[in-house]
């Protein structure tokens, strides 16, 4: 597979402005349709009363997922922004159905997660093509610079995630718009300030995440007692977190029910 390492430039870009876009496509239009037809199949081990957002850390037990994680494309682009030792420790969907409501509050990710020191990168995935109109991402630049930010109780009832950004923290006047074709990712800091909208369009929009953490950073096992972390590149001299086992079957669920971003560490500084 050819390597999409990331220039000097794009590499101080995203130091500067904690995102990155524009980047070389990871699944061609062929891939992505045979990863959508592929999509049903997972969604089919959901329970009753469960949504997409219920998919996370599924990785564990699907090589349908295992394999994105494991793309060496997006390892190179990880490799540009961690260094060469890092692994994978999460993979969920923020998928919105056409004419849906749910939005995605304004947050920092790194506030919800029980993780130290802070050096992870989320690596979103398209699986439709995204932008203003269907409920695409925004990114505030350069607010991963800024230490962590108080939030509160999200009175957006809308929105998937329990806290959001006190008003004023940020300014949500400076926000990018992100924009992908499917099959594209976009990459940011797990300090970053982002939200998004509804999806009020025709259009699906669907996205799936991937983190990936510097081997340095250990997670608070007290907190969210099932992680599990797969190396993806390098070695891992710290041996702080659990390690993972790859998958055997295409599609399957965890035993455990993954803590999600809004019930994990909630409230830490850094
Ligand atoms: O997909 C979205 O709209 C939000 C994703 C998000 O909050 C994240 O990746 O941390």
């Known amino acids: 597979m050819a390597s999409i390492e990331l220039s000097e430039e794009q590499k101080q870009f995203y130091r500067k402005n904690g995102y990155l876009l524009g980047l070389a496509r990871i699944y061609s239009t ?5 990863i959508n037809a592929e999509l049903p199949q997972l969604l089919a081990l959901l329970e009753p009363g469960e949504t ?12 349908y997922l295992y394999e994105m994680v494991m793309n060496p494309k997006i390892h190179d682009l990880v490799e540009g922004i961690i260094g060469p030792n890092f692994y994978c420790w999460a ?14 509050g304004w947050h920092q990710d790194a506030y919800y997660w029980p993780m130290a020191p802070h050096h992870t990168v989320t690596v979103w995935l398209a699986f439709d093509d995204v932008d203003d109109e269907n409920g ?4 505030v630049p350069g607010s991963h610079l800024h230490g962590l930010l ?14 959001q950004l006190e ?10 718009q992100f924009k992908l074709k499917a099959g594209e990712v976009s990459l940011h800091d797990d300090r970053c300030v982002h939200s998004s909208p509804a999806n009020p ?11 990936y953490s510097g081997t340095e950073v250990k997670n ?11 190396l993806c590149r390098g070695v891992d001299e710290f041996h702080l977190n659990p390690e993972g086992h790859p998958p055997t079957q295409r599609f399957g669920r965890p035993s455990f029910k993954a803590v999600s971003i809004e019930e994990a560490g909630v409230g830490r500084q850094g």
């Open 52 to 63: 997409a957002k219920d998919i996370r850390e599924w990785h564990e037990t699907s090589t």
């Open 136 to 139: 695409g991402m925004k990114v």
């Open 167 to 176: 008003t004023g923290t940020f300014s949500e006047a400076d926000a990018v």
């Open 220 to 230: 608070d096992l007290s907190v969210n007692p099932n992680f599990k972390a797969y």
């Open 201 to 211: 369009s025709p259009r699906r929009r669907a996205g799936l995440t991937f983190r």
């Open 150 to 163: 108080q939030h509160k109780r999200s009175t957006e009832t809308d929105s998937v995630l329990s806290l």
């Open 91 to 104: 993979s969920s969907f923020f998928i919105k159905e056409p004419f849906t409501r749910e939005t995605v």
């Open 30 to 34: 062929e891939e992505m349709k045979r």
